[in-house]
């Protein structure tokens, strides 16, 4: 096994080019009014059940106006009595306060109603209210706790969300630029105050949301600096690497990010080719082995494609990470694998203050 190395000495590039051109994730995400929707569509099946609900407030053609009191109970039920096909080409746009369809703001209907239901989500961005909690990951050989992955969760009204539902109420609001810069800007700042010299932070990323890492990492680099972060103890991870199809693009990031001293990470690789195939074309510090790769009890042969992929990362210096250990048996296959880092609920939940935790989970510090 490769031994691990995660440490750099590189300085900071900061870009000298002046950027007029405003982010997109610096604007602010509207509300949606929820006082009633227009739907309508171009399949000719959809438009016909639509035709045979319309109601007396509809203009006699075109879309058709939802707007009684349980106007969202109403569209769920009619879109469940469509065909998938039908319910995937129908449209929604909300209804102003003149009555009228606001056509220009128009969005598959689903997307609408995840809207309506997560009215929280502009709230919680625009007066950034996330709060990071911290997912500690622990070195086999030694045992402890070298770095924390931080997880975004939000507090509204008593509710604590948690990240896979701010990222789903954030694409259906359009808002992934805002969530992303925000969800990395603030694991920053906060973390400089909750992890210890030394440790590393796992500081997720989604791609698609970077356009140019010249002007959308700009916050980024703003926020290490302020807070003081040593630039090599900074951990870029790819959220769902495999997924993003543009490689060529995806390198430059990965390699802006390196240009300033980080450190880059892919995560949630499978065993398939394409992870071989990311791995040799972007060549990360880390990569993460994804949740659900190991049974709760593996048998010696579920882990034969798995020791191939570690094999193959480590054989080119490259830190190899699993997550979703759960079970003291996926522990003891993680050591028997040679993985370098582990992380998951076995080890240690994501909390607000930070968790040091031993391998062995004899204690936490």
């Not at 102003?96 to 128009?106: E, L, N």
């Not at 579920?302 to 570690?310: A, E, K």
């Amino acid at each position: 096994m490769q031994p691990i190395c995660l440490s750099v000495n590189q300085p900071i590039r900061l870009s000298s080019q002046s950027h007029s051109q405003p982010c997109t994730c610096k604007r602010k995400v509207a509300e949606i009014p929820a006082g009633g929707v227009a739907l309508w569509s171009a399949a000719p099946s959809a438009m016909g059940k639509l035709e045979a609900v319309r109601g007396v407030a509809s203009p006699p053609s075109g879309p058709v106006h939802f707007t009684q009191l349980d106007w969202v109970e109403s569209v769920e039920g009619f879109l469940s009595s469509l065909t998938p096909l039908e319910r995937a080409d129908v449209k929604a746009a909300p209804i102003g306060p003149d009555g009228q369809c606001q056509a220009w703001d128009a969005v598959p209907a689903d997307i609408f109603l995840h809207r309506v239901k997560s009215p929280w989500l502009p709230r919680v961005l625009n007066e950034r209210l996330l709060i990071p909690h911290y997912q500690p990951i622990v070195h086999m050989a030694s045992g402890k706790t070298i770095a924390f992955e931080a997880l975004m969760r939000a507090q509204i009204d008593g509710r604590l969300i948690n990240g896979g539902e701010l990222v789903d109420a954030a694409r259906a609001h359009n808002a992934m630029f805002q969530f992303d810069q925000l969800a990395r800007t603030c694991a920053i700042s906060h973390g400089s105050t909750k992890l210890q010299p030394g440790e590393l932070l796992f500081v997720n990323f989604t791609p698609m949301v970077i356009y140019d890492p010249a002007i959308c990492l700009q916050t980024t680099w703003e926020a290490a600096t302020a807070a003081g972060w040593l630039m090599e103890k900074l951990v870029f991870e790819v959220v769902e690497s495999e997924a993003f199809p543009n490689i060529a693009h995806l390198r430059h990031i990965l390699d802006t990010y390196r240009d300033h001293g980080c450190k880059v990470a892919l995560d949630d690789l499978g065993t398939g080719h394409t992870a071989l195939s990311y791995i040799d074309e972007l060549r990360p510090d880390v990569i993460k082995l994804a949740k659900g790769l190991l049974p709760d009890r593996p048998r010696p042969h579920d882990l034969g494609l798995i020791r191939g992929l570690v094999e193959h990362a480590q054989s080119r210096n490259i830190t190899t990470l699993i997550e979703g250990v759960e079970t003291p048996e996926q522990l003891d296959a993680v050591h028997l694998l040679g993985i370098d880092l582990v992380q998951g609920y076995y080890l240690g939940k994501p909390t607000a203050e930070p968790v040091r935790v031993t391998r062995d989970r004899r204690k936490a510090a």
